[in-house]
């Protein structure tokens, strides 16, 4: 994915809120979005993207460090969100344990990522298929 974080050049106007005018083609330059890559447990690609297996109350640990800034620079935040509404919490850290929910359904997850330039990456969408094991209960 390609951003444009600047048009106009050479206006003396900081039109790309750096602190200063532009004033020359740097100021010009094609930013690439970050890029969110997320490790887990049993990935397999379905219609639904990447999607995770469980059972209730098993534990899972996401794994977000080989996100990567394509421009070369370093990944400074990384922002999970639970969108299936479970209350599932998560800190700023790449890696995250939790525990799944006591519900048969999909979570879903998303983590977006943002670069040393403040610029944030596009939704990176996991599902996760819970379901009840009757052996975990014992």
């Known amino acids: ?18 602190g200063s005018t532009d004033v ?25 993207g990447k999607t995770f297996f469980a059972f209730h109350g098993m534990k899972i640990v996401l794994d977000a460090r080989r996100s990567y800034d394509p421009d070369g620079g370093s990944i ?3 922002r999970w969100a639970e969108t299936s ?14 525990t799944m929910p006591r519900v048969d359904s999909m979570v879903k997850i998303e983590l977006y990522v943002t670069d040393d330039e403040g ?5 990176d969408i996991y599902t996760i298929l819970v379901n009840w094991d009757c052996r975990l209960e014992k």
Not at 119 to 123: G, K, N, R, V
């Open 1 to 18: 994915f390609l951003i444009t974080v600047e048009t106009i050049c050479f206006d003396a106007v900081d039109n790309d809120c750096d």
């Open 24 to 48: 020359n083609d740097s100021d010009c330059v094609p930013k690439l979005l970050p890029r969110a890559i997320v490790s887990g447990p049993s990935t397999v690609n379905t219609a639904l």
């Open 76 to 78: 400074t935040k990384y």
């Open 85 to 98: 509404a479970y209350g599932l919490s998560f800190s700023a850290d790449p890696i995250q344990k939790i």
């Open 119 to 123: 610029i944030e990456s596009l939704a």
